[in-house]
């Protein structure tokens, strides 16, 4: 037997047997806490026998600590009476911690609530699907991996020079550095059917062959079918691009800086794990000027105001929340104001707010 093992069974064995006369002791002094100490220095003389060195060596302290233990009770007994001391270091560590659980513990609920609404709505039947096949996959482009920022580009088919001259700039030459681990993706629709459309493919079936840098999903490219193109670049990145860690939509008529950019992108994941970062637009309404660009018609949208949302010119968010946009994309109601769409009305029903950074803002240039 270990030697510490027997000392507490001598020990817990010399307070039984105190334990059986310690009525005794408490009739010879009226004191009871004067009882206690001479129980204590009787049981301490007794264990003194077995070995123990000195009366602060470890084993003495060890047996200290056993008394301490059964004769706890007895003293909680004698302090009945006294007031309590709720303001010990102890008890306030205590009743910290345990408001801490509570936050701790609502916290989860909400988030876990949060997220059964989220997996209720993504188990409703699509509505909208988005099936239109590739004439451009570009299924290798995310292949070759290790791909920190995505940037994807919505451009028109016959705006050749536009992106001639996108691919002059500072962020194309950015996404060109190996070390910032970044691409860049135009994403065209089908040209507009007319005499011309044969000679428009083959200039971009060349472009594609040149550069490598565009998708181009089988849907007419024309203006009110913006939200088709913005649910095409949802839809490729979901599924071919996987390994990217951000995406970053955005326009080639704006300015923004690179750096502070990603690193207000970066940062925001740190407290996030979905989201939208964007310049957010509150108190946005439809336009109700049948001639206006964005005219949205009370047919379909009846509402007088729109949700919350951000300017689709530039947005950044994680790889798994181009996932949820997407699968949001295909069951909600669609309006073809496509930033107002993905990310005033689709966004909320997979729980993904919108984030904003003085540092994540653009200007418009003019081409
Ligand atoms: C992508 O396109 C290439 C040829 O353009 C084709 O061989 C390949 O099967 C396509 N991949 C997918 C996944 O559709």
């Known amino acids: 037997m270990k030697q510490q093992t027997r000392i ?12 059986l006369f310690g009525s005794s002791f408490f009739e010879l002094y009226n004191d009871p806490n004067e009882a206690m100490r001479q129980v204590r220095a009787l049981a301490v003389k007794s ?5 123990l060195e000195s009366v602060n060596s470890p084993k003495a302290i060890l047996i200290d600590s056993v008394l301490d233990c059964i004769l706890d009770p007895l003293s909680k007994d004698q302090e009945a009476d006294e007031p309590s001391k709720p303001t010990t270091l102890s008890t306030a560590l205590k009743i910290a911690q345990e408001s801490t659980l509570r936050k701790v513990i609502h916290k989860l609920q909400l988030e876990l609530s949060e997220k059964k609404a989220v997996i209720s709505f993504l188990s409703q039947p699509i509505i909208n699907d988005h099936d239109f096949g590739y004439t451009h996959n570009g299924s290798l482009f995310c292949a070759k991996g290790d791909i920190d920022f995505l940037f994807v580009v919505p451009s028109a088919p016959h705006f050749f020079d536009r992106r001639e001259s996108a691919r002059r700039r500072d962020l194309y030459r950015f ?16 040209p507009q059917f007319g005499p011309d459309f044969q000679e428009i493919q083959s200039q971009i079936d060349k472009e594609v062959e040149t550069y490598g840098d565009i998708i181009q999903e089988n849907f007419e490219d024309v203006y009110k079918n913006i939200r088709l193109k913005a ?24 300015r923004f800086d690179i750096g502070n950019s990603l690193a207000a992108l970066q940062s925001k994941s740190l407290s996030y794990t979905d989201f939208i970062l964007g310049e957010r637009k509150d108190n946005g309404s439809p336009m109700r000027k049948v001639s206006h660009k964005w005219y949205v018609s ?4 009846p509402q007088e105001n729109y949700p919350p949302y951000a300017y689709g010119a530039l947005l950044g968010y994680p790889i798994s929340t181009v996932a949820l946009l997407y699968q949001a994309a295909l069951r909600v109601e669609p309006i073809w104001m496509e930033d107002v769409y993905l990310t005033g009305i689709c966004a909320p029903k997979v729980g993904v707010p919108i984030l904003r950074d003085d540092n994540f803002v653009f200007d418009h240039e003019v081409y």
């Open 8 to 19: 507490i069974l001598v020990a817990s064995l010399t307070i039984n047997f105190l334990w």
């Open 47 to 51: 264990l003194q026998k077995f070995d």
């Open 175 to 190: 996404t060109k550095d190996r070390r910032n681990k970044a691409k860049l993706l135009f994403f065209l629709g089908k």
């Open 231 to 254: 649910v095409s670049m949802l839809k490729w990145t979901s599924t071919y691009c996987r390994a990217a860690r951000f995406v970053i939509r955005t326009d080639d008529d704006i």
């Open 298 to 301: 009370p047919k379909e949208y």
